[in-house]
């Protein structure tokens, strides 16, 4: 703290107000559900600029390309970006925390579903916090409405036949919608 603590704290009011404040919110996005547009929303009042990183996630095998869930998530965040939210989306497929770095974020934006996302989370944020300390992770808990809804479960309700619209936007309904007639295809 040095010799003069109120110099320091004066120093970091200061800091803190000219710093801008850059999140970044991780995920596979396979597809973009109303559940994340709600994180978004609540992220982009809390940090400056929110950068939307979309995890490649071969591993995952994911139902929608790398390219395809990015563009998803830009068309879906348009809105917000519209409001005059700064939004940047990008695809990525290394160390979380280092391409936070890369991209100049102080913060990881994670969302909170219920106890089931926690020990994830939890680990998640245990092991980041040991190859990165300075970088934080903050949790966020979308609304009453939004809590229960799922990428994967959306797919599942999707192709058995189930309504999805209330839990997806209307493009990316559409999107599913595509991707399960040629899924359906492919089984005959
Ligand atoms: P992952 O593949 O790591 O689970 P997702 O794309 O499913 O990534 O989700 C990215 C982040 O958004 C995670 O922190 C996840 O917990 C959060 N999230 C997803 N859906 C919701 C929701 N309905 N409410 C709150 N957080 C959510």
Redesign the pocket.
Known sequence: MGSNPRLFGEERKIDSMTTKHVGLYP????PI?K??I??ITRGCRVVDKLIIAVARNDRKGPLFNTDERVEMVLHDTEPLRKKGFQIEVLPFDNLLVKFARDVGASVIL????AVS?FEY?FQMTGMNARLDAEIETVFL??SEK??????RFVKEIGYLGGDIASFVSADTKLKLEDKFKLMRLNEE
């Open positions: 995920g596979t996005f396979d559900t559940g994340h709600d994180i994670r969302g909170l579903r996302d989370e808990m979308a939004q809590q229960f809804v799922s990428s």
